[in-house]
């Protein structure tokens, strides 16, 4: 998975969301800025249909929470919305998970966003002519998702 921001600077730094948590909140969160920074698979000719957004803490300055969250629902995966197994997870995240998917991926207008992206970036992955194919044959191999059950489409 890579970085919608490391494609489409630009765009991503009108677009990319923050939820700004309050003292006394119904999630039980500390009070911060969380940022939603919101990433795609960089396979050519893959199809996922997924985004995965790092919850990453304005006062603490690291990622918190890893969400994985599928465009529609899918048989191979019970849940549309998780905790990704492969990435960094705190003792916030079960929490951040409830924000995100029972409040911020509510929003049909940020969802659509989000769907927006990911076409964005499938588009530049997929057309080796795109600008932001230099972006993305410098990535190291490493940034390239392992196999897993959760990545197993690709
Ligand atoms: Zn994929």
Known sequence: MVPFHLLFPEVARLETRAV????????????????????YCEQSGCDCRRVM??????K???????????????PLDPEQTFLDPLN?????????????RDHVLRDEAYVARLYQHYRMFKDA???PRHPAQKVLRALPPLRRSPRSRKTRRH
């Open 20 to 39: 700004i948590l309050l003292d006394t909140n119904p999630f039980g969160l500390p009070p911060d800025t969380y940022g939603l920074v919101d990433l």
């Open 53 to 58: 957004l790092n919850v990453v803490s304005d």
């Open 60 to 74: 603490a300055r690291r990622q918190v929470a890893t969400i994985n969250h599928g465009f529609e629902p899918s």
């Open 88 to 100: 960094p997870q705190t003792d916030l995240s079960l929490r951040l998970l409830r924000l995100v």
């Open 125 to 127: 992955v997929n057309d």
